[in-house]
Structure formats: C-alpha cells, structure tokens
C-alpha cells in the first residue's frame, strides 16, 4: 500500500529561511578589514557584551569555581567517553605504505590540522556537550591549538560549565564572542590566536552561514540546519516512550523537524494524541519550541511493512534515527542513511546528544545521504607520499609518457622522458602516444 500520511509537515526548514546571506557577508568583510576593533564592535552590538574577549587563566578559573562538583562529575565522565571513543576512531586510520611496483613505494600518511575552531553554543541553551563534542575530538586527533569559541552573556561572560568544559576538554583558548564575529575571530586569526584551519560545531543560521561563507579559506565539518530526528517503530514499541522521545527532539527549536514511521495505525495514533499532552507539561520556552515544531514540522507516517519503513527513512536520512522495532539487528544491517543510529528503547538521541561518547554534531536536512557527522577524522588530512629507485620508476615513466601524450600533455610527457633518457641513457623505449 501506500505511504499514509496521518501528520504531513505544512513548512519546511527552507520555508522561514531568512535573508542572512548579504547581512553574513557583510560583517565578514568588515571584521577582515577592521580586524580585532571591528570584531569588538560587532561583539557589543550583538553580544551585548563589553568584558574581556579573550578570557584570562584567572578568568578562566574564576568561572571553573561557579561550576558545582556533581556538575563537574558529570562532565567529566561525558569527556571521558567521548575521548576514548574518539581515541579508538583515531586508530582506524592509519600510517601505511606498499610497493607499487618493485622499487616503487607510496604510502599514506594521516596528519592533524593545525588549529581548529570550536563554536560552543550559548544562546537559548548553554550547550555544554558541544564544547565536549568539539573540543575533545580536536585534542585527540593532534590539533596543535584549539579555540572555544561562546556567546557571552551581558555582564556574565560565558557559561562556567561551558568555560569549564573547553578547559578539561584541552582548549588552548577561550573566546568570549558570539555568532558571526566569533567565527571571523577564529578565521581571520583576530586577538592573537593562530588562524583556524577548521570551523566546527554547530550554530543558528548566521553561524551556518558564516561557515558556509568561509568555506574553501577554511575547512568546516559541515553546514548544518535545523536538527532533525526520525523514530522507526513497530507494534512492539511503547507508544509513551515514542512520544517522550519525539517531544525531546521537538524542543531543540521551532523549525526541527521530527518524524514517526511506522507499520502499525494504532501505535501512530496513541503518539499523536499523547505528543500535545507531553509538550504542555513543559517548561514555557522548551514548550513553545516544541509545540511550533510539532504542529508545523513533524509527520507521522503509516508503511506497509518494515522494508518499506527502512526505504522512508533512507529517503529522509534523518540526523538522529532512532529504531524501536524488534530484530535490530536486521536493522542495523538494512539502513544506510542517518547521522547516528538508536538501536532500542534502551538507548535514546538525548544519550547520544550528551554523554555516550559517539558526537552530537550530525548532518541535517538530508546529508546524512552522502556524509557522517563531526569526528576526529574530520580534524585529519590524509595525505599521500612516493619514493622509487630509478629501476622502480621505469615501468611508471614508460606509461606516464605514454598516457601524458595521448591526454596531448606533451609538458607531462617529458618530465617522465628526461629521466628515462638520464637513468637509463643506453636503452630504447618507445614514448608515443599510438604505440
């Protein structure tokens, strides 16, 4: 059967898109001519802030000292697992080399940037688990310098927690500067600090932009939208469950978008009507995020069977995906498209987002079709190297002069001749392009 929708979205995350672009590119223009004076200027207009940018070692303690220690405890434990998750990412990537042909070596070789970037956002939520996220990461793969960078608030500074977890995470510098003048700081290399190679974490839309802007003068770990998550479930899963879940995601904004798929009529519906009951029992401003996602973003949709479910979401490749749906291994096996996969009612995104060590930063607005998310591959060039005997460069030149001259490279060509002629000046070889 067909694909019933039961909750089809009105809008999309494109459909409030603002004007930003020209707003975006401006300021970018005036903090690389105006450099640290223009970045200040931006600062307190948008910031609202007037304090130090760049915060002090005393600074730096004087907020660790505002962070409670159960806090502390928990943060601790969220940097630890991220680490060690990173650590073992780290090790699927490394040094080889092999012989191309006798005497002929190339190899590959896995090395860090030099300094990334890290935006930590601070506006409706302190986010403390992207500082955990970005900077943690950054410090495993090797970055020699890693920036923090948070809105401040008025006459506040930046979050303790957040100051806190840049610090034990490994960041070398914390900026005390928001949205697109935080992210030029790092780029243009403004108050001192080394010029970033890599913009990570997320942000709103000027953020987005900014990096979007940004990109090709630096690297960035993606351009993200508004965050999205997608819940497969079948007869099997707790519908209350479902619902807590769904309404988790909702709250992140007005324009996330959250999705239920399944095979199973009665279980869409006890969501749908527990879905607004949940919302209203929530804080005011989680409650208005989550009810405007709800009513204009999310769908629910009824599928055949589970083949069809595991083919909706592939099509939607969701950011987070979560199944709650018996035999997850075939699950497991099946789905191709996602930022990062739930198996089970016992693991949750808010697991994910926070504490299990896996990364938060995930693509959105489908890229989970062609992309993973933030991690410490991202910080790593993976480059190339060659070496050869002049034996071993033979045969490479023979076929690099042949292949040059029919591509009508003749310049190729020859740097591929004068080393046959200066190596092996006594033998013959034939170098055009027909054969």
């Not at 495993?140 to 303790?160: D, K, M, W, Y």
């Not at 709250?251 to 095979?263: A, F, I, Q, R």
């Not at 060590?357 to 933030?374: E, F, I, K, Q, R």
Request: hydrophobic residues 40%; charged residues 20%.
């Amino acid at each position: 059967m067909p694909r019933d929708y039961l909750k089809k979205a009105t809008l999309t995350p494109e459909s409030h898109a603002s004007e930003v672009h020209e707003t975006v590119k401006t300021i970018l223009a005036d903090i690389e001519a105006g450099g640290d004076a223009k970045a200040i200027e931006y600062a307190a207009k948008f910031d609202k802030y007037d304090g130090n940018v760049l915060m002090t070692q005393a600074e730096i303690d004087a907020a660790i000292a505002l962070v409670p220690e159960k806090l502390k405890q928990d943060i601790r434990f969220a940097h630890d697992n991220v680490r060690r998750f990173a650590e073992t990412q780290k090790a699927t990537v490394s040094d080889v080399e092999m012989e191309i042909v006798p005497g002929f070596v190339a190899g590959q070789k896995a090395i860090p940037v030099d300094a990334a970037g890290c935006y930590v956002p601070g506006g409706r939520y302190s986010h403390i688990a992207s500082a955990i996220m970005t900077v943690t990461t950054a410090k495993v793969a090797g970055c020699r310098h890693i920036t923090a960078c948070s809105p401040p608030r008025p006459g506040e500074g930046v979050a303790p927690a957040i100051v806190y977890a840049a610090h034990i995470c490994g960041a070398d510098s914390i900026l005390a500067m928001g949205g697109v003048q935080g992210v030029a700081a790092m780029t243009y290399g403004l108050f001192g600090l080394p010029r970033a190679n890599i913009l990570v974490g997320p942000g709103n839309q000027f953020v987005a932009e900014a990096k979007r802007i940004l990109y090709g003068k630096v690297g960035i770990d993606m351009i993200a939208g508004p965050t999205d998550s997608l819940i497969l479930a079948d007869g099997s899963a707790d519908a209350h469950v479902v619902a807590t879940d769904l309404v988790s995601q909702a709250e992140h904004g007005y324009n996330s978008p959250v999705w239920l798929v399944t095979d199973d009529r009665s279980l869409a519906q006890q969501v749908m009507d527990l879905v607004p009951v949940l919302i209203e029992d929530l804080p005011e401003l989680n409650r208005e995020n989550a009810f405007a996602a709800w009513r204009d973003y999310a769908e629910v949709i009824v599928c055949s069977d589970r083949e069809e479910m595991a083919a909706c979401s592939d099509e939607y490749a969701p950011e987070h995906l979560t199944v709650q749906a018996e035999d997850l291994d075939w699950w497991l096996e099946r789905l191709t498209c996602y930022g990062s996969l739930f198996l089970g009612e016992e693991t949750t995104v808010s697991y994910g987002d926070k504490a299990t060590g896996t990364n938060h930063v995930l693509p959105t607005s489908g890229a989970a079709s062609y992309t993973g998310g933030l991690s410490v591959h991202k910080y790593m060039k993976i480059v190339t190297w060659q070496r050869a005997t002049r034996e071993g460069s033979k045969p490479i030149a023979v076929a690099t002069a042949r292949i040059s001259r029919l591509e009508g490279m003749e310049g190729h060509a020859r740097a591929a001749d004068v080393r046959l002629a200066k190596y092996f000046p006594d033998e013959q070889f034939d170098l055009t392009a027909d054969g």
